[in-house]
């Protein structure tokens, strides 16, 4: 049997970066990750999904929680490195404009600008309408215009590079899904629904909306389904909206778009799309699915056609005269934690450890919370300067 020091358990976006900075760090460790690939077939599929099956993700500094800037800050400065060191690219510096006409939103934005002050601008309605002519918000309202690294990644192509850079510093990637962690005994014994069976004496559980499979203790983490909407630029169009950054909206008035939306973006399947989904918004957007039944049924769907009906109307307002060749809708998943942030913690002393709870925001700062539960379940230790009790782990009632 394999007997590892350190097990990574989820090779998304926090696992990968975690196995990584493991490798890097601890050379004299034996470390793994178990986690599965991307489904090939996603509507018959059966066994676990995850949250990063895209092209692309939002990258920014600028964030209404000074904490989320500083994770986003930290990964962004080292996108650089991991591209050059994997030899892949994943990283498209085309900007992010952030609207709001939110009071609170505003100040909060404000702050973190402030704080971190990436290259950016501050425009009212009047000067967005001058660099982006081609989108339309309301009147009224103010939005940063973040360049410098802001931008999008691709979650596919990052994930792949932190793998590549792990495996070339020594890390084993075991493709399986672990089925149980065992606590007797001296150390951890792992098993695979594959009838894998291997043993570590630490394990960082990084398992996503999963993360509750692989505990005893259940935590408070809230699993939602979220619709994305696709629409086909034709090349025309992807010409005519050239400079369009990401974007991120959010107003009080529901009839103003509130959502996150990408400039086109090829896709594997030989197309360009926009990708928009809701941002904002309220419960009714998103669909609790807590079992395994659930979770299965709603990667198997289209998400909702509800959803994707108003995401299209409200692409159209933000972007008119836009053409279209198709639509189509895809269902992915948000784990959000009790306080907001990330839980990055340790379940049990010496053994269990936890990095999840991307809270739908964690792609871009997925380097810097894989390092930092990297680093906890290695050493015991707390390297950031970020306070540990906003990253404590808390558990259902009755958990
Ligand atoms: C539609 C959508 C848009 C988003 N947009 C943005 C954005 O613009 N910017 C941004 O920063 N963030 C964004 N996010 C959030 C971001 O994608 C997530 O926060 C991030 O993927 C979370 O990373 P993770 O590693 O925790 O989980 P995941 O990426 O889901 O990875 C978890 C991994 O665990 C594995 N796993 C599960 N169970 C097991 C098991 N039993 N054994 C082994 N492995 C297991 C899965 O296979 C998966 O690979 C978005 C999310 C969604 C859904």
């Not at 990258?59 to 030899?87: F, N």
């Not at 049924?297 to 972007?319: P, Q, Y």
Request: include cysteine; glycine fraction near 8%.
């Amino acid at each position: 049997m394999a007997i590892y020091d350190l097990a990574v358990i989820g090779l998304g976006l926090i696992g990968s970066a975690a196995l990584r900075h493991l490798s890097l760090n601890f050379p004299n460790l034996c470390v793994c990750g178990i986690g599965p690939d991307e489904p090939r077939k996603r509507k018959t599929h059966q066994g676990v999904f995850a949250s990063h099956y895209d092209q692309g993700r939002i990258t920014r500094v600028l964030d209404p929680s000074q904490l989320w800037g500083e994770l986003a800050r930290e990964s962004i400065a080292r996108y650089s490195d991991i591209e050059a060191a994997s030899g892949l690219q994943f990283h498209h510096r085309v900007g992010c404009l952030r609207a709001t006409d939110i009071e609170e939103r505003i100040a909060e934005v404000d702050i973190c600008a402030r704080t971190y002050n990436p290259p950016h601008q501050r425009l009212d309605a009047a000067g967005c309408k001058t660099v982006y002519p081609f989108l339309s918000f309301s009147d009224d309202f103010v939005a940063w215009d973040e360049k410098g690294e802001a931008g999008y990644i691709n979650p596919r192509s990052l994930i792949a590079a932190q793998l590549t850079v792990a495996k070339a510093n020594g890390a084993d990637i075991i493709r399986e899904i672990v089925s149980s962690i065992d606590h007797r005994g001296d150390g951890l014994t792992i098993r695979t629904r594959e009838g894998g069976l291997l043993q570590a004496r630490r394990a960082l559980i990084t398992a996503g909306g999963y993360s509750n499979t692989l505990l005893d203790r259940k935590l408070a983490l809230a699993t939602k389904g979220h619709t994305i909407l696709l629409a086909e630029a034709p090349p025309e169009e992807i010409e005519r909206l050239r400079a369009m950054p990401s974007i991120i909206s959010s107003f009080e008035d529901p009839s103003v778009a509130s959502l996150y939306m990408l400039p086109p973006v090829p896709y594997p399947d030989g197309k360009t799309y926009i990708k928009l989904g809701p941002s904002g918004y309220p419960e009714p957007y998103f669909n609790a699915v807590d079992s395994d039944s659930e979770l299965l049924d709603w990667f198997h769907s289209d998400g909702r056609e509800d959803i994707a009906e108003a995401m299209k109307a409200a692409l159209h307002r933000m972007v008119p005269d836009l053409k279209v060749l198709s639509y189509h809708s895809v269902p992915c998943l948000i784990t959000n934690s009790a306080h907001g942030n990330p839980y990055i913690d340790t379940l049990e002393d010496g053994r269990i450890y936890l990095a999840t709870a991307g809270n739908g925001y964690a792609a871009k700062s997925s380097d810097e919370i894989g390092r930092i539960g990297a680093m906890l379940c290695a050493t015991d230790e707390w390297h950031t300067g970020l306070n540990r009790e906003d990253f404590r782990a808390v558990y259902a009632e009755g958990g």
